[in-house]
């Protein structure tokens, strides 16, 4: 039997107690009797030094429950040691220096999969311009193959760059590596930049806005010809061909001071290299008090490309960071497995897919995954069929490369598993306003929609999803 030993009372709370400051921790300590505080006789030094007395620690009951991810040894019951040492139980569930038991339980779900078209719901209500809810994908441009972009940063002559725009051709490489990470290699992004110089608009900012995009009164020009007027700018120094998706990088002066936006799906352009049809954005993250003091291109970049390219976005749950789709400048730059799956990026190698039909009442399905993050030999995805529109979606988080673990940030997101429901008929439902939006909905997470890490069970339409250790998880189908 293998073992992990921990000074955590839980394997799968690391990320979380790591991440507080050392002010933080030393409340915490002096709060729970550090030695180092107050001396204690019969108290340890550490976990290490404990588990040379008590090997797989201590409780403070004959029947502790252990509150963390996985089961753990049965510890050693003594409740005089255990308060000497409780300073050691960081999640204060009655065990100090617990032994998490790592011993794999047996997959068996291999017996249950299901092919792929059984989790290919079809979607044919509720249709709407935003993409693709559910089978078959739509959108504007593709999202498979070699997708040719022109990022152009553009200035104004009231509205001027105020740095380098060669700093944006870090933008560019971290935009190429992405897309071949998170498609697993089904797609390329093959950009057209220059970055010797801002591209200088023929006019001022204020002739470059979009009524409807982001909260400007006026257009003193159609945003086409507005567009026009930016690709003949650059179409010096720019080859168009083949371009099928146009960003446009305008200053933060550009879009505070004057509400400079563009924005079109696949219209027409004249080019030096002859006619072609791109989708347009321009500006900089939207509203000027939502962007971040560093403000970074790539990531907000590709927010919107997805959207053109069929990924509807902005969910499970709104304003949360687990996905760049969600929160561009939030700590993931990942994308829900359901819309990589939906736009062909995943296939059986990355997804599981089973059916409540053909679970039996009371049967364990065990499925080892890896990370939604880094991907690996194992599943990152399990789709659960509930009918013919709803399904299940299960998906692994951790640190990756382009994942920051960061429990208290804003946007937060933690290590753990997460699942969420997609129905494919529901209306596509967006209002950050109304705090039942994520009710009202095609998809939202199951359990807290801001922190929705699993940490014991969640259960939805009779199937319960329990994690049983660091990668392995537990889908169980209720009779009712």
């Known amino acids: 039997m293998n073992r ?10 690391l990320p979380v107690l790591t991440s507080c400051s050392p002010a933080v921790t030393e409340d915490i300590e002096t709060s729970l009797g550090s030695p180092e505080a107050v001396e204690v006789e019969g108290a340890f030094g550490d976990c290490e030094e404990l588990h040379k007395v008590f090997e797989t620690g201590i409780s403070e009951t004959q029947d502790p429950v252990n509150l963390g991810l996985g089961s753990v040894l049965q510890p050693a019951f003594d409740s005089v040691a255990y308060q000497a040492n409780r300073f050691l139980d960081l999640d204060q569930d009655g065990i100090a220096c617990e032994v998490i038991d790592d011993t794999p339980f047996a997959e068996n779900w291999d017996v249950l999969a299901q092919p792929m078209e059984a989790c290919q719901l079809k979607e044919t209500k509720n249709l709407f311009g935003g993409g693709a809810k559910g089978f078959p994908a739509r959108s504007w441009n593709s999202a ?22 060669s700093k944006y ?53 159609p945003k086409a010809a507005a567009a026009q007027e930016l690709v003949d ?32 799906f696949n219209q027409p352009f004249q080019t030096n290299e002859g006619p072609i049809s791109a989708s347009v954005y321009g500006e900089l993250g939207g509203v000027i008090n939502a962007r971040p003091d560093q403000v970074s291109v790539w990531d907000h970049a590709i927010h919107e490309l997805l959207h053109f390219q069929g990924f509807v976005g902005h969910g499970p749950s709104n304003w949360t960071g687990h996905y760049v789709s969600v929160d561009q400048w939030g700590p993931s730059k990942a994308v829900t497995s359901w819309e990589g799956f939906l736009n062909g990026w995943y296939g059986s190698d990355e997804i599981l897919c089973l059916d409540k039909e053909t679970m039996l009442p009371g049967e364990e399905v065990i499925v080892t995954m890896d990370s939604l993050d880094n991907f690996g030999p194992n599943k990152v995805s399990v789709m659960i069929r509930l009918s013919s529109e709803e399904l299940i979606v299960v998906e692994r988080r951790e640190s990756g490369p382009y994942t920051e673990i960061c429990a208290d940030c804003y946007s937060a997101i933690e290590e753990g598993f997460v699942a969420y429901r997609v129905n494919v008929n529901n209306p596509q439902y967006r209002d ?32 319960q999803i329990t994690p ?4 392995q998880v537990k889908i169980k189908l209720f009779e009712g």
């Open 4 to 13: 992990i030993v921990t000074s955590l009372t839980a394997l799968f709370l």
């Open 144 to 165: 498979l193959g070699n997708v040719r972009i022109a990022i152009i940063p553009v200035d104004f002559s009231n509205a001027v760059g105020d740095e380098p725009s």
């Open 169 to 221: 051709a870090q933008d560019v490489e971290l935009m190429k590596a992405w897309a071949q990470h998170f498609s697993r290699g089904k797609m390329t992004y093959d950009i057209e930049f220059h970055g010797e110089s801002w591209v200088r608009a023929p006019r001022g900012a204020e002739w470059y806005r979009c009524a409807q995009c982001k909260g400007a009164k006026e257009e003193l020009q």
């Open 233 to 264: 700018a650059a179409d010096e120094t720019y080859d168009f061909s083949g371009v099928e998706i146009i960003y446009f990088i305008f200053p933060a002066q550009a879009e505070r001071e004057f509400g400079a936006t563009a924005y079109g």
């Open 432 to 463: 950050d306003n109304d705090p039942d939006s994520d009710a009202k909905n095609f998809w939202s997470f199951l359990g807290s929609s801001k922190k929705p890490t699993i940490r014991t069970e969640v259960t939805y339409q009779q199937i």
């Open 468 to 471: 049983v250790s660091e990668k």
